[in-house]
Structures are given as structure tokens and as C-alpha cells.
């Protein structure tokens, strides 16, 4: 059985910073695409960072939204099975509830929802300005 935990959310002010950590279990080494994505009250679900496990290193092969780039960082620690999200200057705007996913990319990963099958529980960051 495939879990997801994450872990790290909180209450910031702007400018601050915050670590989210999630940690896999059960995970198929087939599941080569984890992202963290983002949820604020009454929108949409967007992705903020992801990763190609496959492409290997602590950096992977890596991409971001524009909204977040430059100031978030998303790395992993294969040993842990754990992805991190570390994000710096944090806005206001960037208040929501924090998901972390995996899903399989043959080619390659994508911010795309529909590409993940697993998601954590979400974890919930609040920026104050």
C-alpha cells in the first residue's frame, strides 16, 4: 500500500521561509514522477515543483511554475525515499494547502493532476503579511 506523509506546513510571515518534507512508502520504483502541488481556498489545484526521481541525484531532473521559481527549491534524498520542498521568500499568496503526489512519466513528468495516482493528506502553509 502506497503512503504519502508530509510534513513541515506552518504559519510564516512574508519573506520567511518553510521545509516540506514527504516521505514515500510502498512506492514501485516505476513511480518516477513526484511534485508538490498546491491548493488555495476556492481555486484550483496547481503544481508548485516536481521531480523525475528517474534522472537521479539529490536534484533529479526538475521543474517549477513560474510563480514559485527562483524562490522554491524541490530536491530528494533517494536513500529516505523522501522529496523536499524548500521554499524561500514565501508571499501571502502562496498560502494553501500543500500536497505532495507521485505518478508514473515514460517520458517525463508534468504539472499535470491526472499524471499522479497517489497524494498525501496535505499539509497546510500560511503566509502573513
Known amino acids: 500500500q502506497v503512503q504519502l506523509v508530509e510534513s513541515g506546513g506552518g504559519s510564516v510571515q512574508a519573506g520567511g521561509s518553510l521545509r516540506l518534507s514527504c516521505v514515500a512508502s510502498g512506492l514501485s520504483s516505476i513511480n518516477n514522477c513526484r511534485a508538490w502541488f498546491r491548493q488555495a481556498a476556492g481555486k484550483e489545484r496547481e503544481v508548485g515543483a516536481l521531480?523525475?526521481?528517474?534522472?537521479?541525484?539529490?536534484?533529479?531532473?526538475?521543474g517549477y511554475a513560474d510563480t514559485v521559481k527562483a524562490r522554491f527549491t524541490i530536491s530528494q534524498d533517494i536513500a529516505r525515499n523522501t522529496i523536499y520542498l524548500q521554499m524561500n521568500s514565501l508571499k501571502p499568496e502562496d498560502s494553501a494547502t500543500y500536497y505532495c503526489?507521485?505518478?508514473?512519466?515514460?517520458?517525463?513528468?508534468?504539472?499535470?493532476?491526472?499524471?499522479?495516482?497517489?497524494w498525501g493528506q496535505g499539509t497546510q502553509v500560511t503566509v502573513s503579511s
Open positions: 503526489a507521485t505518478g508514473y512519466g515514460r517520458v517525463g513528468c508534468d504539472g499535470a493532476p491526472s499524471r499522479y495516482n497517489y
Open positions: 521531480i523525475n526521481t528517474a534522472s537521479g541525484g539529490i536534484g533529479g531532473g526538475t
